[in-house]
Structure formats: C-alpha cells, structure tokens
C-alpha cells in the first residue's frame, strides 16, 4: 500500500523549532520529487518545500532561510525542520509525492499524508 | 516564480448543475496543471493531471481542459459528494504554486 504518514506536530512558542517527519511506504522517497504542502487554519494550500530524488531542494520565499527539507533515505524518511517559527506558520502541514520525478508519468501530487497541525502560539 | 489565478473563489450550485472553474498562469506552463479536490478536514485529492488527463477512479462527469495559460476544471452534472474546495497547481517549474482555490457550496 502506498502511504505517507507525517508526525512532529505540536504547539510551539514563537521563535522555536520543531522536526516534522514523514514516513513512506510503497513510495521510495529518494527516487521521488517528495514535498511539504501546508494550509492555514481557513485558508488555501500553499506549496512550502520540495526536495527532488536528485537533491536539488525549493523553499517558498515565506520560508526561505527558516525551513530545511531532507531526507534519511535508510529510513525512507522526509523531513522538515522548521526553525524561528513564527504565528504564520500555524498550519496543517501535509507531506506529498509529486510524479513529476517519474519518466513516463504525467505531473501531479498524487500520494498525500493525512497532515499534521502545527501551532505557534505564546 | 509562476502565479496562478483562479476563479471564482466561491461558487454555489446546485445537484445537476454544470460547473466551470478557470486557472489561469502568470507565464506559459504547457500542460503542467493538475486539479484536485479537498473535502473538509482531508488532504487533497488529484482529479486530473496534465491538463486534462482524468486520474483512475475519478468520475467522467470530471472534465479538464487548457494549455499553456488557460486551464478550466469542468462538472458536468454536479452530484451531492462534488461540494467540496478545488484547487489548482502548476508543477510545470519549481517553486510550484496553487491556485487560490475555489470553494464549491450547494445552492
């Protein structure tokens, strides 16, 4: 069965830091273009991170110097460490697979995790 | 990085109704687009892929069309489980970006 399953989440003060992992099974992560995908509490879904099955790594500019994606590939392991956290960045934040690493697959996150919440309140 | 517009931001329809959604992309993305669809309290789900390409077990009253700038996610008769949050998300370049998201309510 194909799944992601993320965890790490919590309530964390302003200026903290937190790991969010997401553990991978029937999706290799280092042959993936594997992300972070958050929502906002009401809001939309804003892309956060990706890290590609090459290493090349993205960050949203929100996020930028703040936020480090890797990976444990003994493991088969995402992560995402998320430093000087701050109010904004309370969201759900959901790890994905997306095919666009894939030869002969059409583009898509095709394989999401369920979330997990992070809040950032003193 | 790619912008992505989206449109309406809320729609309200009825069961039975045909409904359209639009994105539209700040430069060219070929057909890089999927559409997905969230249901309150879910992770989001792809619909669609490259544009127009319909994901296994999606129903065919889904319909995808558009390239390069101009995409549109098409309902043809709206069924009660439809009411739900679509997005769209070009992954054509990285940073990828979503669209706003267009909340479909039951008129």
């Known amino acids: 069965e194909v799944q992601l399953v993320e965890s790490g989440g919590g309530l964390i003060q302003p200026g903290g830091s937190l790991r969010l992992s997401c553990a991978a099974s029937?999706?290799?992560?280092?042959?993936?273009?594997m992300n972070w995908v958050r929502q906002a509490p009401g809001k939309g879904l804003e892309w956060v991170s990706a890290l590609f099955s090459g290493g090349t790594t993205y960050y949203a500019d929100s996020v930028k110097g703040r936020f480090t994606i890797s990976r444990d590939n003994s493991k088969n392991m995402l992560y995402l460490q998320m430093n000087s956290l701050r109010a904004e960045d309370t969201a759900v934040y959901y790890c994905a697979r997306d095919r666009k690493g894939l030869v002969g697959y059409y583009y898509g996150m095709d394989v999401w995790g369920q979330g997990t919440t992070v809040t950032v309140s003193s | 990085a790619i912008q992505m517009t989206q449109s309406p931001s809320s729609l309200s329809a009825s069961v039975g109704d045909r409904v359209t959604i639009t994105c539209r992309a700040s430069q060219g993305i070929r057909n890089d687009l999927g559409w997905y669809q969230q249901k309150p309290g879910k992770a989001p789900k792809l619909l669609i892929s490259?544009?127009?390409s319909l994901q296994s077990g999606v129903p065919s009253r889904f319909s995808g069309s558009g390239s390069g700038t101009e995409f549109t996610l098409t309902i043809s008769s709206l069924q009660p489980e439809d009411f739900a949050t679509y997005y769209c998300l070009q992954d054509y370049s990285y940073p990828c970006s979503f669209g706003q998201g267009t909340k479909l309510e039951i008129k």
């Open positions: 490259a544009a127009s």
């Open positions: 029937g999706v290799i992560v280092s042959s993936n273009y």
